[in-house]
């Protein structure tokens, strides 16, 4: 089990920018899929970007393309997300999650966009964005 923090979230007018970190403790991160979710008051929570745990596969959500990137840093034990242009429909809390899948069966290109095929959690960090 890996032990994810997030970090970087806040308050931010429309058009702005925040970079989220994703932290990982207790494994090395570099073994594991990662993916951002976020999740609205009364709304599902839902996948906004994905990684491979190689990084050289990506998914971004429709509502996302062209605005947010999401990125690893393995000697660093840590997953980005970069968000430009922020509207305040991004307003949301988003959390990290990750997954650890065979090397032999995926290589490095696994990446999944439902949460359920999540192990491990964050608890979040919270992106506010004013109008």
């Known amino acids: 089990q890996v032990q994810l923090v997030e970090s970087g979230g806040g308050l931010v007018q429309t058009g702005g920018s925040l970079r989220l970190s994703c932290a990982a403790s207790?494994?090395?991160?570099?073994?594991?899929?990662v993916g951002w979710f976020r999740q609205a008051p009364g709304k599902e929570r839902n996948c906004v970007a994905a990684?491979?745990?190689?990084?050289?596969?990506?998914y971004y959500a429709d509502s996302v393309k062209g605005r947010f990137t999401i990125s690893r840093d393995n000697a660093k034990n840590t997953v980005y997300l970069k968000m430009n242009s922020l509207k305040p429909e991004d307003t949301a809390v988003y959390y990290c999650?990750?997954?650890?899948?065979?090397?032999?069966?995926?290589?490095?290109?696994?990446?999944?966009?439902?949460?359920?095929?999540?192990?491990?959690w964050g608890q979040g960090t919270q992106v506010t964005v004013s109008s």
């Open positions: 999650a990750a997954v650890r899948k065979s090397e032999l069966l995926f290589g490095g290109t696994y990446y999944s966009s439902e949460s359920r095929d999540y192990d491990d």
């Open positions: 207790g494994r090395t991160l570099s073994v594991y899929a």
């Open positions: 990684i491979s745990r190689s990084g050289s596969r990506t």
